[in-house]
């Protein structure tokens, strides 16, 4: 949750492009995510696929 929470403060606070990858990268580093492993799933066709199923 925290990492969705920064999303949000990114777009409606500091109107900052939330489809940037490197947006996504320093929130998911404040939100003490993986770096790594967030680099890899951001890429996957499995995240693709996952992704089109919640809409």
Do not use: P, W, Y
């Not at 929130?27 to 809409?55: M, P, T």
């Amino acid at each position: 949750m925290k990492f969705l929470r920064l999303i949000q403060e990114s777009l409606f606070c500091h109107q900052q492009d939330v489809t940037s990858e490197q947006v996504l990268i320093e929130n998911a580093k404040s939100a003490g995510l993986d770096i790594e492993e967030f680099q890899r799933d951001i890429h996957s066709q499995s995240a693709v696929k996952a992704l089109q199923c919640d809409i």
